[in-house]
């Protein structure tokens, strides 16, 4: 017999690899020799013991893969159930409307809701009366992702050729590139994170009279919040302000609205009116004619903590809501109702027109109304009126009151 043939009677039978997977023969003599006990005492035909091999069974190996992976699907599961059953802020909210209302210690956002949707109501029933039969269109809207908005809009009225007086409410997410905008402005957002939660909710308005002689005026009051994931404010802030936009001066009119305001502002600060009036008249400038859109009223945005405790802030912002009729409705009832000519109409849509040139280039707001998702179009572009005119090379006759209205709105006045 040849040293070979003895060679391999005396091995034992051949081995799976330990990647393979042996057939159940092959596997029942792996685990004769890879679990064999030491006591027993097995002996080959020419007396040798066989070797003991060191491998792993395979059955082994598929069992631990099947536990690792099965408790990594388990951990993407529970992490995934644990974010679908956390509610949504704006699913918080809504909860605790129905079951508590809302009340003096309720988060801000809620209050914010409440006051400028109460203010809405009293200035629609104000102006309504004025316009006897006209009615304001009211549509209510909804967002996906929480919130909504009443829209109430007049037009072709006796006194106003377009009116509208609306509140939203937004809940959404802020992307990384919006963050680092606002932290220019807002240190105490956290900028390590790629999204935040935010709230938005706010009243804007404007008032585009038909009679040239009675001027347009503008509102808007906002608060703004991003929240941590429990629902807690990450940061806050308020924003707003008023102005008059008259196509033909009247001293006392102009002097009527700064100083219903400035009494607003000097119950608070009295640094409040000088500080926010000069803010008006750089912000609502329609800067690549080098005038101003009217002759301003206050402004102001991103007060928060800084400035003054929340609390204050959301006092001071009531008081200027609340003054608005009292600074308007004087000016409509004298204006309304005098004669007008042709020419002078023309001349209010020239001015209209630059209303227009204002709000769909330079106004912030308009820009993150239409950028943000989910936007409602034709609430944003209410500010706009019915009809506006662009004339080329126009130039007002020297001496004239159109005149003296440019040059007022190319130097602002300090009016009280």
């Known amino acids: 017999m040849s040293v070979k043939r003895l060679c391999l009677q005396q091995l034992p039978p051949r081995l799976p690899r330990p990647c393979s997977i042996a057939p159940r023969s092959n596997l029942q003599q792996v685990r004769r020799y890879t679990v064999q006990k030491p006591s027993s005492r097995p002996s080959s035909s020419n007396g040798r013991l066989p070797q003991k091999t060191e491998i792993w069974a395979p059955y082994w190996r598929i069992s631990i893969g099947v536990v690792f992976i099965s408790t990594l699907i388990y951990s993407m599961v529970s992490s995934r159930r644990e974010s679908l059953e956390r509610p949504s802020i704006a699913e918080r909210?809504?909860?605790?409307?129905?079951?508590?209302?809302?009340?003096?210690?309720?988060?801000?956002?809620?209050?914010?809701?409440?006051?400028?949707?109460?203010?809405?109501?009293?200035?629609?029933s104000a102006l309504q009366a004025l316009e006897p039969s006209t009615r304001f269109r009211t549509?209510?809207?909804?967002?996906?992702?929480?919130?909504?908005?009443?829209?109430?809009v007049l037009q072709d009225g006796a006194v106003f050729e377009k009116a509208g007086v609306n509140t939203s409410v937004v809940y959404g997410t802020l992307p990384r590139p919006a963050i680092e905008k606002m932290r220019v402005n807002h240190k105490h957002m956290d900028p390590d994170v790629e999204s935040l939660d935010f709230f938005a909710a706010g009243l804007s308005m404007v008032l585009h009279p038909s009679n040239p002689m009675a001027p347009t005026?503008?509102?808007?009051?906002?608060?703004?919040?991003?929240?941590?994931?429990?629902?807690?404010?990450?940061?806050?802030?308020?924003?707003?302000?008023?102005?008059?936009?008259?196509?033909?001066?009247?001293?006392?009119?102009?002097?009527?609205?700064?100083?219903?305001?400035?009494?607003?502002?000097?119950?608070?600060?009295?640094?409040?009116?000088?500080?926010?009036?000069?803010?008006?008249?750089?912000?609502?400038?329609?800067r690549h004619r080098g005038e101003s859109r009217g002759v301003g009223g206050i402004f102001f945005d991103d007060l928060d903590a800084d400035c003054k405790d929340q609390e204050n802030l959301f006092s001071f912002v009531q008081d200027c809501l609340r003054a608005f009729l009292p600074s308007y409705l004087p000016i409509i009832n004298r204006r309304k109702d005098l004669p007008f000519t042709a020419k002078e109409k023309e001349w209010q849509h020239l001015r209209r027109g630059r209303y227009v040139e204002f709000n769909l280039v330079h106004d912030r707001g308009t820009s993150f109304g239409l950028n943000t998702p989910g936007a409602r179009v034709e609430s944003i572009l209410m500010s706009l009126p019915l009809e506006a005119r662009w004339r080329y090379m126009h130039a007002p006759d020297r001496g004239s009151r159109e005149e003296r209205l440019l040059n007022v709105l190319r130097k602002p006045v300090e009016w009280v």
């Open 93 to 124: 909210d809504s909860l605790q409307k129905r079951e508590s209302g809302v009340t003096s210690s309720s988060p801000m956002r809620l209050r914010m809701e409440s006051f400028i949707k109460s203010q809405q109501t009293e200035i629609i």
């Open 139 to 152: 549509d209510t809207w909804t967002r996906p992702d929480g919130g909504g908005g009443i829209s109430c």
């Open 217 to 286: 005026v503008h509102l808007n009051y906002r608060y703004f919040e991003t929240a941590h994931d429990d629902g807690s404010p990450a940061a806050w802030w308020f924003g707003g302000g008023t102005d008059l936009t008259p196509s033909y001066l009247f001293d006392e009119d102009a002097i009527h609205f700064h100083r219903t305001i400035k009494s607003a502002c000097d119950a608070h600060d009295r640094s409040f009116y000088p500080r926010f009036k000069r803010w008006c008249d750089e912000y609502f400038s329609v």
